[in-house]
């Protein structure tokens, strides 16, 4: 019997990410599978061998990144989350020196789930939040509502 789509979803964050067992890439991601928005808008990755250089990418940038699953749901073959991960910059992975600041983003993703492995996903996460708290952007100005709109 395979894996349910939650199981797969699970997995993936706990035992892939949490853990760092990179070795679980290929047993929960199909060879072709595209994985959409990972490092920037309309970007895709495609299989195991394309999605691995964007793994070591953040676990060097955050050894320690530590994802918690706030919600899953699952019909039929897709499963959707909200994820929050926590982390501390320790690498220089990200094209700036680690700046040592912990940070916490949020985000969303939906996979496909076939035969027990991944085959299609979508993520999206605050990454202009996660650049603020390592200071390499700014804050934007807020204009206080003073009513008249």
Known sequence: MTAAPVEVARRWFEEMWNQGRAELIPELLAADAPIYVVGA??????GPEGFRPTYEKLKGAFPD?????????SERDIVALRWTARMTHHGPHLGFAPTGSQA???GMGFARVRDGKVVEAW????????LQQLGQVSHPAVVPDDGSG
């Open 104 to 106: 916490t983003v949020s």
């Open 123 to 130: 993520n999206n996460w605050d990454m202009m939040g996660l």
């Open 65 to 73: 990144i530590r994802f918690t699953i706030e919600e899953i749901i």
């Open 41 to 46: 808008p309309g970007d895709a990755r495609h």
